[in-house]
């Protein structure tokens, strides 16, 4: 199915996609979920206006049919930056103004200026999709880097500058913290006008993680660490499926089959790509989803041990403690 967009803003595109393909659609401050039509699929897609320039998405579903969204051309008043992260599935699309087609898997993560916001996204069907977006305007993205432009190389300030002109698309990966930063958006623990808040902290935070890495990862395209190139994507797709199952990670043998990796590969490859072992990288990742959790201050220290997969409070807590230098309880008790 085909559904044609006209993008200024989350309200009108969610009523145009219910409008061509039916479904359900809930309007709250700033907010709209648009749950899809049972003859499309199962899942929903929420849109949050966190402030005037920044939007996130939210897409989750599983569909029965092939899904294209085409956003049509309008002007140079809705140019966007776009920061996607996929972290189920796969989509692809396309940019005017671009050759390739442009393709998103699980544990990686795009940036692109997309000028218009014209183009198109096809989400594919019988797979469960999970995908984060970040929409800024040029105007909001310069204004937020106003004193830091000059910190980043000729190449990254003209294309921040042009952004509503020229398009371009950069893929990279999902690293452990921006992974961590997603999961705290997908399970906001607040409400209402505390949530906007939260959510638009976080989406801001992300930004800064992102164009940081960015600028970084295209500055040296080789690949890291010694990983050979046709290596880099199973390993990240390994990190991905890790870290999406912390609670019952697959053993080892298990996560080198899913990915098409011996075990000594996937090993080797962790150590040179992550800088630690697979094993580290899911720790890390436990300790520092813990170490948000409290500061939400949302849930007990026990929920918190069994929310990241360790079920052994006292375990939990030793680790945290060599992890950060305090225990959990000491760490909440400062933060009160």
């Known amino acids: ?26 309007l709250s401050i700033g907010e709209t979920v648009l749950c899809l039509p049972a003859t499309l699929g199962q899942g929903y897609l929420r849109g949050l206006n966190l402030r005037d320039g920044l939007d996130l998405f ?11 969204l085409d956003f049509t051309q309008l002007s140079t008043q809705y140019s966007l930056l776009d920061f996607t992260f996929c972290l189920s599935g796969e989509t692809r699309g396309s940019i005017p103004g671009l050759k390739s087609e ?34 800024i305007t040029p105007h909001l993205f310069l204004k937020l880097l106003e004193h830091d432009l000059h910190k980043f190389s000729l190449d990254w300030q003209q294309r921040f500058r042009h952004a509503a002109s020229t398009p371009y698309f950069q893929p990279s990966h999902i690293t452990p913290e921006i992974a961590n930063i997603l999961q705290l958006i997908l399970h906001c623990p607040h409400q209402a006008g505390i949530r906007r808040l939260y959510l638009e902290a976080k989406a801001l935070e992300l930004l800064a993680i992102c164009i940081s890495q960015l600028t970084h990862y295209c500055s040296d395209p080789s690949p890291l660490g010694g990983v050979k190139p046709k290596d880099i994507e199973p390993l990240h797709r390994a990190k991905t499926i890790l870290l999406q199952n912390i609670t019952q990670p697959p053993a080892l043998t298990e996560l080198a089959r899913q990915v098409g990796l011996n075990e000594r590969k996937l090993q080797r490859g962790f150590q040179q790509l992550f800088g630690t072992t ?55 008790k400062r933060l009160r």
Not at 58 to 68: A, G, M, R, T
């Open 278 to 332: 697979v094993f580290g990288v899911l720790h890390d990742y436990r300790m520092e989803l813990a170490r948000q959790l409290l500061e939400a201050d949302q849930m007990t220290i026990e929920a918190i041990s069994h929310t990241v997969g360790i079920a052994h409070r006292g375990y939990f807590a030793s680790a945290f403690k060599r992890k950060f230098g305090t225990t959990p309880r000491t760490y909440l």
């Open 102 to 135: 442009l393709s998103v898997a699980a544990g990686q993560t795009t940036f692109a200026t997309i000028p218009d916001a014209a183009g198109t996204t096809e989400l594919l069907a019988g797979q469960k999709i999970l995908v984060v977006s970040l929409a």
């Open 58 to 68: 939210i897409y989750e579903f599983e569909l029965k049919q092939d899904l294209i």
């Open 1 to 26: 199915m085909k559904v044609a967009l006209s993008f200024t803003d989350i309200q009108q595109a969610t009523q145009e996609f219910q409008q061509q393909a039916g479904g359900d659609r809930q």
